[in-house]
């Protein structure tokens, strides 16, 4: 099957003992967590609750100590219980960790200087260091993700059954896209009790923009597991394609199976996002509608340096929110780029132009929100929610 944004590792010396220890290693989620996940997303639907998905672009390798994803933890609870205390709504959390190691690209290559090398791929493919050699795809990588990815797993895992503080039903569950079709095609298992094929690599897979072509590799993946699965939908989406997409989603139209994910630009949404919204709902999928904010709109500065503004990551959220709603759906929540430190790479809040913006921008990928960019979003979300709330 036909699949963007691969790596070509094949004949690398590496490749067959790296897939072959992909194959035998335990799961890294269990079943009865993809099925718990399930039913909340479900209940999700009826009870009018909310999700809050959250982390970084590209998680690093580097950060998959105790002490960072302590950190992550800390900003997704943080987040998580204003969200609620804001709205009165029940909030499921979702994190980008575990295994947000792989990026797509819209270029396959950037300039150094005089010098042509591949892109930064994500840590599952190759390094962030810009030289030829670490720049080349090196499959080894994958078990890396899996040993890192566990360590995260392992933490999340603790923390939900933590002190009770808020349901375990709540999470925070794991979530990434399933990009790597040989990482994701290798920890595919059955689940013992219902004997169902799950993907044992996270909760919540989604397939990005670059990759939703539905007869392409990654929905067809997606689509022979019974996790919840997650899609954006950018701008160039139109109604047949979604409909297409949600049929291979959701053949059977399952409470708590699909996500859906516009990340449309603040603008582009007023027009491409309501027919979307109709025909899914006319076509009688439950789907769960989350609010990517931040991809549709990143911008460059005079020096070249990625960023998203505040303002506009606000205003695409509202309007999808007023969108989702006019057609009688359920504005479930945000999916959102967000670090754990104090992060200066989108403007707004304590950022206040782009000229600060260097001050401390450590991002392998896409500009995050700090924790308090992301308290702003979150607070003028639940202002317009039309529920009591405190
Ligand atoms: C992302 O979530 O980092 C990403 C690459 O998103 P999209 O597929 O929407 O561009
Ligand atoms: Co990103």
Request: proline fraction near 7%; charge should be negative; aromatic fraction near 4%.
């Amino acid at each position: 099957m036909p699949a963007a944004q691969q790596p070509d590792w094949r004949k690398h010396a590496a490749y067959d003992e790296a897939c072959q220890g992909l194959a035998s290693a335990p799961p890294l989620v269990t079943a009865a967590e993809v099925r718990g996940l399930r039913r909340s997303l479900s209940a999700l639907l009826t009870t009018d609750a909310l999700l809050l998905q959250l982390g970084d672009c590209a998680e690093s390798f580097y950060e998959c100590t105790p002490w960072h994803i302590s950190e992550k933890l800390r900003v997704i609870d943080e987040l998580g219980d204003r969200f609620s205390e804001l709205t009165g709504r029940r909030v499921i959390r979702v994190g980008r960790m575990g295994g947000q190691f792989a990026k797509p690209r819209s270029q396959p290559t950037e300039r150094h200087g005089a010098l042509i090398i591949p892109s930064f791929q994500g840590h599952m493919i190759n390094s962030e260091i810009a030289t030829p050699m670490t720049r080349q795809p090196n499959p080894e990588r994958m078990l890396w993700a899996y040993d890192a990815g566990d360590r995260v797993q392992r933490a999340m895992r603790t923390h939900r059954r933590g002190d009770g503080r808020t349901p375990e039903t709540e999470g925070p569950w794991s979530s990434h896209e399933a990009l790597v079709i040989d990482y994701e095609s290798r920890l595919i298992r059955r689940d013992p009790d219902t004997d169902e094929l799950y993907l044992a690599s996270t909760h919540l897979p989604w397939v990005g923009e670059r990759t939703r072509q539905p007869a392409d590799a990654h929905v067809a993946l997606l689509s022979a597991v019974v996790n919840p699965v997650g899609c954006k939908i950018g701008p160039t989406a139109n109604p047949d394609d979604i409909a297409r997409l949600c049929a291979a989603l959701d053949p059977r139209r399952e409470p708590g199976r699909l996500v859906l994910i516009p990340r449309m630009g603040r603008d582009r949404i007023q027009e491409i996002l309501p027919p979307l919204v109709r025909r899914v709902a006319n076509a009688g999928h439950p789907v769960v509608w989350l609010s990517d904010p931040m991809h549709g709109n990143t911008v460059k500065t005079r020096l070249g340096l990625k960023t998203r503004h505040l303002d506009d990551v606000i205003t695409e959220a509202l309007r999808f929110r007023d969108i989702v709603e006019e057609s009688r759906q359920h504005a479930a929540g945000l999916h959102l780029e967000v670090a754990a430190d104090e992060v200066t790479e989108c403007v707004g809040g304590s950022v206040g132009s782009e000229d600060e913006l260097p001050r401390h921008y450590t991002s392998l990928c896409d500009p995050r929100l700090n924790a308090g960019q992301a308290l702003e979003l979150v607070e003028a979300w639940a202002k317009g929610t039309a529920t009591g709330g405190s």
